[in-house]
């Protein structure tokens, strides 16, 4: 396929281009005296065309083009596959066929991102799913998605056998499970087998030196903190302890 690149923007141009070499294709940079026909697609910020992708970030760039290598303008359906751990992993399945793969490091960055999928492939047909593990992260995750989003819940058990490990691969394996739609907020309910669960993580993460407090490991729970900055605020305030 021949790609060209038409944009006034020199840093949106120049990020397009180290992505698309980074991914191994090949393409052509282009002036406005050159001709847009002569390209099956051509990626710009300015020019209408019949060809012509017109994007303003290259993140949206990228996903427009992505349906070309298919054959389409576009994907009819697009899902979204999520492993709602503290670090949630994220698939993309264009018709049938996994596009792309996110390994975020924050809860709070899911949203964004489905909004950023959304924007970038603007398909006919969306639908996120998230598996059932990981319960406050998953909660906190579905509940930023249902104003605007069709979202269903999958059971991990049934595609724990297809998991060969977790994050962006069991992301996979959710994206083509169906799910139970999920219609009203969920309630975020840290139990008390979690907090213990996560204060047995602090002293592992620390070596033995310390447990963080029940407060502590709650506000990881819900996403508040990550374990590290527990742990260091844990430990500062027995430093202090110690100095008195």
Known sequence: MEIGILMKDYKLEYEVERELKTRGHNFVLLSQVDDVRAFDVVLTDFKDGENCIICHKCQECIRKLQSHFYGKKAFSKIIVGIDPGPKPGIAVVGDGNVIEEIQLSDVNEVRE???DIILGYAPQHFIVRIGDGDIVNRNKIVNSLIDRYRVEMVNEKNTSESITNRNVESAKVIAFTRGRVI?????????EG???EIQRKSR???EGELTISRNLAKKVALGD???KEAIDIA????GKRKGH
């Open 113 to 115: 991102v489905i909004d």
């Open 183 to 191: 219609r009203e907020p969920l309630n975020i309910v840290v139990r």
């Open 194 to 196: 979690y907090i213990r």
């Open 204 to 206: 592992i993460e620390s």
């Open 225 to 227: 903190l990550t374990l």
């Open 235 to 238: 430990r500062n305030k027995n």
